[in-house]
């Protein structure tokens, strides 16, 4: 029963590194999404997927790229680091639709970038 | 887009008492209103959710309520208890294939029961 699964968990980038972020669900869900949450701000959506192949951008998606290649997989990528991105990252998951509007969270990726 | 405020931003309150958070959102499409809690160290957990065809809900000592004309919605928990003790999100959405569910979240309230 593993849900949404990131990985790392933690991890300490310098400016200008790259890295990829791994979100895997096992509860073939259509749409994925990741959030960032920083202090006081809640979570706001970086970028999300409505299918297999299809990406979207969110509220806050410079400086972050994703691909969705599998169903069960979404990655979400920074390319050059920068300190702003310092936060919480959190996958999330859900059967998407009118019917199905419940989201399943990941337990999150700390992220420092110096 | 979608702009939701959370208030208070952190909430105190003694064991057995009553607490209750208010949402305010911005966007009358919105159809969907979960409320998340969230453990340190842990991810956001549904707790409960309401949908725009409905104005009250409850599931044991937690409630929600909704006023669609107001754009408000609100979180009540009775008797409660220090594992309540959390951050608490409330969230709006439009749902449907082409918004893909993309929620809006409050900025969280931290709930503390003191025993």
């Known amino acids: 029963n593993a849900g949404v699964t990131q990985t790392p968990k933690f991890r300490v980038l310098k400016t200008g590194q790259s890295m990829t972020l791994l979100c895997a669900q096992d509860?073939?869900?259509?749409?994925m999404y990741w959030y960032r949450q920083d202090p006081g701000m809640g979570l706001r959506l970086i970028h999300y997927?409505?299918?297999?192949?299809?990406?979207a951008k969110g509220e806050v998606p410079d400086g972050y790229n994703v691909s969705r290649l599998k169903k069960q997989n979404f990655l979400l990528g920074l390319e050059s680091a920068a300190p702003s991105q310092t936060s919480v990252y959190f996958c999330?998951?859900?059967?998407?639709?009118?019917?199905?509007?419940?989201?399943?969270f990941g337990e999150g990726s700390w992220l420092t970038v110096v | 887009g979608e702009n939701v405020e959370q208030h208070p931003s952190t909430l105190s309150v003694q064991e057995g008492d009553s607490a209750v958070i208010k949402c305010t959102y911005s966007?009358?499409?919105?159809?969907?209103f979960p409320w998340y809690k969230q453990e340190l160290g842990k991810g956001p957990q549904l707790i409960i959710d309401?949908?725009?065809?409905?104005g009250e809900k409850k599931d044991q000592r937690i409630a929600v309520t909704l006023n669609k004309t107001a754009k408000h919605f609100s979180l009540h928990i009775t008797e409660t208890q220090p594992e309540d003790s959390a951050v608490y999100f409330c969230?709006?959405?439009?749902?449907?294939?082409?918004?893909?569910?993309?929620?809006?979240f409050g900025a969280g309230t931290i709930l503390r029961v003191k025993s």
């Open positions: 999330a998951s859900s059967y998407g639709g009118l019917s199905g509007n419940t989201i399943y």
């Open positions: 509860m073939n869900h259509e749409y």
């Open positions: 997927s409505v299918g297999e192949g299809t990406t």
């Open positions: 966007d009358s499409a919105s159809n969907y």
């Open positions: 309401i949908r725009s065809n409905v």
């Open positions: 969230a709006a959405s439009t749902s449907g294939r082409e918004y893909g569910n993309k929620l809006v």
